[in-house]
């Protein structure tokens, strides 16, 4: 997909990812704007097939670093590949970002471009919205993560902080269509935390997730991750599926056919799931880049006022 880059004359934040005009930011972005006192503040979408080019990468990331009024941005999809194709162009790199190998988010600061992967902030913030307190140590159950990308490597860099203690699960499962990213994954994790079992099961079709699905405990967390229902039609569980009972299962999408939702929905009375959808997850994720990218702090009243404005 190609894109032309043309200088900013305003302050603009750009927002990478596959179908960027159809997310609720766009129409969102401008009212956060004026909240924040972003003055002339704009977003713009910078869309790519997933897996493109180094070549597509880099003529994305120069042309943010070298145009002064482009001010940063927010990577989704892209962020494992962004960050490989493009690491040599960063001149500061965060911690997170360099264990994950990933950029979610681009900004400047002191004449150096930088990248921070945000997702384990914004994935444990979300996961506190709804994940009730020392639920690992009072239940025990199990997580899966459908897909091995970056916001499943996110969480479990989340789930392993030392501040949780005991209050972790003892066993993560990461489930993934294909084998290099599972390897990815094992790599990145590995030793990550001694009370943490991982898992990592290539399942190359929807009915090996099923059975992966059907192995859980009761209590378990199921993640879907992998961009089906968003970037993708369909999901990454068949109808035939069946929960564990007494689960959260998490769609971390907010926009799309939500398949994978719908299909926990089917069986919620009967297996008294939770279900959450990804929407906390949006809140979280831009406001925490866009507070890097502008420069700003955005507190629990401001960040309370924003996701009501983003409602209306």
Same mark, same amino acid.
């Given at each position: 997909?190609?894109?032309?880059?043309?200088?900013?004359?305003?302050?603009?934040?750009?927002?990478?990812? %596959?179908?960027?005009?159809?997310?609720?930011?766009?129409?969102?972005?401008? &009212?956060?704007?004026?909240?924040?006192?972003?003055?002339?503040? /704009?977003?713009?979408?910078?869309?790519?097939?997933?897996?493109?080019?180094?070549?597509?990468? &880099?003529?994305?990331?120069?042309?943010?670093?070298?145009? $002064?009024?482009?001010?940063?941005?927010?990577?989704?999809?892209?962020?494992? @590949?962004?960050?490989?194709?493009?690491?040599? !162009?960063?001149?500061?790199?965060?911690?997170?970002?360099?264990?994950?190998?990933? %950029?979610?988010?681009?900004?400047?600061?002191?004449?150096?471009?930088?990248?921070?992967?945000?997702?384990?902030?914004?994935?444990?913030?979300?996961?506190?919205?709804?994940?009730?307190?020392?639920?690992?140590?009072? +239940?025990? =159950? @199990? %997580?899966?993560?459908?897909?091995? =990308?970056?916001?499943? !490597?996110?969480?479990? /860099?989340?789930?392993?902080? #030392?501040?949780?203690?005991?209050?972790?699960? #003892?066993?993560?499962?990461?489930?993934? &269509?294909?084998? $290099?990213? !599972?390897?990815?994954?094992?790599?990145?994790? @590995?030793?990550?935390?001694?009370?943490?079992?991982?898992? +990592?099961?290539?399942?190359?079709?929807? =009915?090996?997730? @099923?059975?992966?699905?059907?192995?859980?405990?009761?209590?378990?967390?199921?993640?879907?991750?992998?961009?089906?229902?968003?970037?993708?039609?369909?999901?990454?569980?068949?109808?035939?599926?069946?929960?564990?009972?007494?689960?959260? %299962?998490?769609?971390?999408? +907010? &926009?799309?056919?939500?398949?994978?939702?719908?299909?926990?929905?089917?069986?919620?009375?009967?297996?008294?799931?939770?279900?959450?959808?990804?929407?906390?997850?949006?809140?979280? =994720?831009?406001?925490?880049?866009?507070?890097? /990218?502008?420069?700003?702090?955005?507190?629990?009243?401001?960040?309370?006022?924003?996701?009501?404005?983003?409602?209306?």
């Amino acid at each position: 997909m190609s894109n032309v880059y043309e200088p900013a004359t305003t302050p603009t934040m750009y927002f990478i990812g %596959v179908t960027t005009g159809q997310s609720s930011i766009m129409k969102i972005f401008p &009212r956060w704007a004026e909240k924040l006192k972003l003055r002339n503040a /704009v977003i713009k979408g910078i869309d790519f097939t997933p897996h493109s080019s180094a070549k597509e990468y &880099r003529e994305a990331v120069m042309f943010i670093k070298n145009d $002064p009024f482009s001010m940063g941005a927010l990577v989704t999809t892209h962020k494992i @590949d962004l960050f490989n194709t493009c690491k040599d !162009l960063f001149e500061y790199i965060d911690p997170y970002a360099e264990k994950l190998g990933e %950029v979610s988010s681009i900004s400047k600061s002191g004449g150096k471009l930088c990248a921070h992967a945000k997702d384990p902030i914004s994935s444990g913030l979300a996961l506190e919205h709804f994940v009730p307190q020392n639920y690992w140590t009072n +239940y025990d =159950g @199990d %997580v899966l993560l459908l897909g091995a =990308g970056g916001s499943s !490597l996110a969480m479990c /860099v989340y789930f392993a902080q #030392k501040k949780f203690g005991d209050n972790v699960p #003892k066993k993560i499962i990461i489930a993934n &269509r294909s084998v $290099p990213r !599972l390897e990815s994954a094992k790599a990145i994790l @590995d030793g990550i935390h001694p009370n943490i079992h991982f898992e +990592y099961i290539h399942n190359p079709t929807p =009915g090996d997730n @099923d059975r992966t699905l059907a192995s859980l405990k009761p209590h378990s967390l199921i993640v879907n991750a992998t961009g089906l229902g968003k970037d993708g039609p369909g999901s990454p569980l068949t109808d035939n599926c069946v929960f564990p009972e007494d689960s959260l %299962v998490w769609e971390i999408n +907010y &926009r799309g056919d939500l398949l994978f939702k719908r299909q926990a929905e089917a069986q919620a009375k009967e297996k008294r799931l939770y279900i959450e959808d990804g929407w906390i997850y949006f809140i979280h =994720g831009w406001t925490q880049v866009i507070a890097e /990218v502008f420069h700003i702090d955005i507190g629990r009243d401001l960040l309370d006022a924003l996701s009501d404005i983003a409602k209306l």
